[in-house]
């Protein structure tokens, strides 16, 4: 009887340490503690997100005969030659504005700049330092080239040649291109080129 007690004793113990046990992971794997609040899932980026829709096209500023400058030009929606004119007024601080819009056709382009921008008036009373310019003569042939310049690069995709892209330049009322103030002028029948002028004849 002494022995079943102590037998009895015995079982129940072992019982009892058993129930102290922690439970197995229901798995069968060892339990990993869980990071997932603090870890960003390796796929997925922190950096910022680019605004939607925009776009980035390169201005050309200078003139043919002295090379040009390029800078970066953000815009959105279609690219148009009156957004890359007047991102030149932008970053230069020259006034561009159009007489009427720019006029596309078959192998070229048509501009007519408004009487009362600075391929007329000369160069403005403030000017930025990396664009500033001498003299009204110095302020139309870079402007004239570099509005050529950039939208020949602007509608030309490689490989074809932006040369081909022709530019010509008129004045309100379809009349050719003439700057008193220099006196020359450009044939409106003629693609430009600044070493195309003729000399106005004086009355």
């Known amino acids: 009887m002494k ?3 102590i037998l ?11 129930c102290n046990q922690p439970a197995p992971p229901q798995s069968g794997e060892p339990s990993q503690p869980s990071n997932s609040a603090t870890t960003p899932p390796a796929d997925e ?15 050309y500023i200078g003139t043919k005969a002295g090379g040009f400058a390029e800078y970066p030009m953000t815009y959105e929606g279609e690219l148009t030659a009156e957004k890359l004119i007047q991102g030149i007024a932008d970053l230069t601080g020259w006034d561009l504005t159009l007489a009427e ?14 009487g009362e921008s600075s391929l007329f008036t000369g160069p403005p009373d403030l000017q930025k330092e990396e ?24 509608f030309v995709l490689e490989p074809g040649d932006p040369e081909n892209l022709d530019i010509w330049y008129f004045m309100e009322g379809e009349k050719p291109l003439e700057l008193p103030i220099l006196g020359l002028s450009w044939p409106i029948d003629q693609p430009y080129q600044w070493a195309g ?3 106005i004849a004086e009355p």
Not at 9 to 17: E, G, P, Q, R, S
Not at 134 to 146: N, R
């Open 3 to 5: 022995k079943l007690a």
């Open 8 to 18: 009895f004793v015995l079982t129940l113990c072992v019982a009892l340490a058993g």
């Open 45 to 59: 980026s922190t950096d910022p997100t680019p605004a939607e829709g925009e776009q980035t096209a390169t201005l």
């Open 101 to 114: 819009p720019v006029v596309s056709g078959k192998g070229g382009m048509s501009v007519c700049l408004s």
């Open 131 to 154: 664009f500033h310019m001498y003299d009204a003569g110095q302020l139309a042939e870079t402007i004239l080239d570099s509005i050529q310049r950039t939208l020949q690069k602007g």
């Open 197 to 199: 002028a003729n000399v």
